[in-house]
């Protein structure tokens, strides 16, 4: 990395603090002179104490040998490190004649599940001693860098671009060694967040910023009566700002807490006060348009205290993905309280064992679906308190749920008010310069990942999500954008290894979020990740040591787009070897997350597939008191058919947006004014309303409605995948594509799935293969009456296998009514928990 990193400086360099005189309070009192806590390494060991901690606190034998060097200031080298080192045998590395070490027993490190050297040790006991007892409960070391050659040996093709991927595998591993080498490891780095921004010790309350392109700067707020000459800031060489407010006298906090607070800088573009970059929370006054920036230091008893534990990571991933704001029947902006209560029931009900939220980084704009980043470390405001989110997260732990956030780091908002654009003055601050640092399609800034502080922006705030809110994991925004410079648009990605391994791949972008999934694996090794890449790059979904991009999960985009492709054909015309390859085409090794619609069909100006299916008859023959039409039960009959035939191929993870399971008959449109597009095309709004900005989850409630029906049906469908993990059996076998029949028929381990498409033909005896003999009954029916169907299978009859089939050693005979799915399963497993009629 050829760009410095601003905090990687000595004592003497962070020393120069700004503190700021003493003055009443609102209640008499004076606040006490004092000095910030600072314990600095150097390039040897933690640059930052706990709170508290005493300057000089290490036993010396002698000095600190980084503590000289390049005269109190490191500068990350400019040239390749021909000797690249991990975090075990760099990041800590003290030697015994400068500080004594703790001993550590070997017992002692059998106890903590890892078995490492004498340097690890001696690293992991500063690591105890600097940051409490707190990390004795989960690793805090990311492991080395591998030889990242297995990618080479899974699959053999990636030879032909190996000097691409040796070359992204030594920029990771340089700056691995250059993170390990100037900031203490991964570990040390990502909690940068105890650095920048707000932090407060039992002395005061620190507020230190990076903004290089600044002139001068002061904290301002409601604490100081918005005085820019009270609380002026200092600057260190490598531009970053520091002010130190003494407590008062009395010892109460100097910004009470929920202060509104600002810096105000004099910049090249003029003076702009800003919302901190690493502001915790910040909220929007009634009537107002920009954001304030919130002190947030609520008093111990408000903060929410974490009761459950996270749970493991499940083998099959069924995912709930859910917005909160729109998560309530009426038109309104729902509550993180609301949510917990009513949303979270609903979805432990439905059968999904992980819930992901959208929109919980602040942005200021409701209508960008919460893409448009303003505040990377606070959570909405719209929706209540940080500490309301935090017992949302808790409850659903307690339900078994695991909580995954929809995080944004692909892109951030425009916005000059809110955000980080133009956040010093400058084009360049977090992003490219330029047209590179503009993404056209959605009018946002690019991050530049080849920057030290962008790494130590966004690091810490994967970090800060886990730690602080316990998030299970992340699902992450827009990858596709982030990997390419042509960011995925107006590019048809053909699977040509040319198109993922040259000069259009933003190789800094690939490091990035290898160093983010090390990060996040290495400290929380239950988390997961999962990537929303629609190009299908190699090697995303392999770990990093291997050489891969580290990602748990692939999103599987390509699935969505081929449904809504055949929902423009008559299903009379659907090919079921083109259904089946589209469903089946993923890499080999490489997880995916499928999904027959997301949120992006949801959206106003485009449809669900309930929608493409059924149209207006929705809205007036949805009722079971009145006849339905041909449209309907069409409608009805494939979309149970595409959820299940997708869950059953498309992936070993599956994702649904709230409602859709029972085909909610509305799209989403953000409550929005009209507007005038630069091109003068004028757009209309639709008076600011909330009515089509809400999930009717009444309708699939209702069990005088069709809707029930479906929502049934992807209830069992879940249930019957929690018991049998079908979606993660190793065995599978498509034993019939037959395109005149218009059948498919699958093994996914001991079930035998059973698709009939064909609009008016139903097959009686007819025979399925097997693998396995025995007999074989009903498990999941798509057209029994519970799941709003004709009941023309009976559930009680039994299946006896007699003789191969389709290249199976074993079969049985069926009978195959049109537009169905059926799913059969060996008797011996069959349980009253998942059998048809305990569905309901």
Known sequence: MAVAPALAVSGAALGGAAARAPRPTGGGGERRRGSPSLLVFGRTGPLFPTRGAPVGGWRRRGTVRAAAASGG??????????????????????????????DITEDQMESS???????????????????????????????????????????????????????????????????????????????????????RSAEGVTYREWAPGAHSAALVGDFNNWDPNAD??????????????????????????????????????????SIPAWIKYSVQAPGAIPYDGIYYDPPEEVKHVFKHPQPKRPKSLRIYETHVGMSSPEPKINTYANFRDDVLPRIKKLGYNA??????????YYGSFGYHVTNFFAPSSRFGTPEDLKSLIDRAHELGLLVLMDVVHSHASSNTLDGLNGFDGTDTHYFHSGPRGHHWMWDSRLFNYGHWEVLRFLLSNA???????????FRFDGVTSMMYTHHGLQVAFTGNFNEYFGFATDVDAVVYLMLMNDLVHGLYPEAVTIGEDVSGMPTFALPVQDGGVGFDYRLHMAVADKWIELMKQSDESWKMADIVHTLTNRRWLEKCVTYSESHDQALVGDKTIAFWLMDKDMYDFMALDRPSTPTIDRGIALHKMIRLITMGLGGEGYLNFMGNEFGHPEWIDFPRGPQRLPSGKFIPGNNNSYDKCRRRFDLGDADYLRYHGMQEFDRAMQHVEEKYGFMTDEHQYISRKHEEDKVIVFEKGDLVF???????????????????????????????????????????????????????PHSFSVYTPSRTCVVYAPADTITPEISIEESK
């Open 754 to 808: 059973v698709f009939n498409f064909h609009c008016n033909n139903s097959y009686f005896d007819y025979r399925v293969g097997c693998r396995r003999s025995g007999v074989y009954k009903v498990v999941l029916d798509s057209d029994a009456g519970l799941f709003g169907g004709f009941r023309r299978i009976h559930h009680t009859a039994e299946h006896f296998t007699d003789g191969s089939h389709d290249n199976r």
């Open 73 to 102: 200031k490191v500068v990350v080298p400019e040239g390749e490190n021909d000797g690249l080192t991990s975090s075990a045998d760099s990041a800590h590395q003290f030697p015994s004649d400068e500080l004594e070490i703790p």
């Open 355 to 364: 819930v992901q939220i959208m929109a919980i980084q602040e942005h200021s």
């Open 463 to 473: 970090r800060w999500w886990l730690e602080e809110y316990k998030f299970d994991g």
């Open 232 to 273: 002026r800031m200092s600057k260190n060489d490598f531009g970053v700002w520091e002010v130190f407010l003494p407590n008062n006298a009395d010892g109460s906090s100097p910004i009470p807490h929920g202060s509104r607070v600002k810096v105000r800088m004099d910049t090249p573009s003029g003076i702009k006060d």
């Open 113 to 199: 599940g890892t078995m490492i050297g004498a340097r690890e040790a001696d690293a992991e006991a500063l690591n105890r001693e600097v940051l409490g007892s707190a990390l004795q409960d989960k690793p805090r070391i990311v492991p080395p860098p591998g030889d990242g050659q297995k990618i080479f040996q899974i699959d053999s093709m990636l030879n032909g671009y190996k000097y691409h991927l040796e070359y992204r595998y030594s920029l990771y591993r340089r700056i691995r060694s250059d993170i390990d080498e100037h900031e203490g490891g991964l570990e040390a780095f990502s909690r940068s967040y105890e650095k920048f921004g707000f932090n």
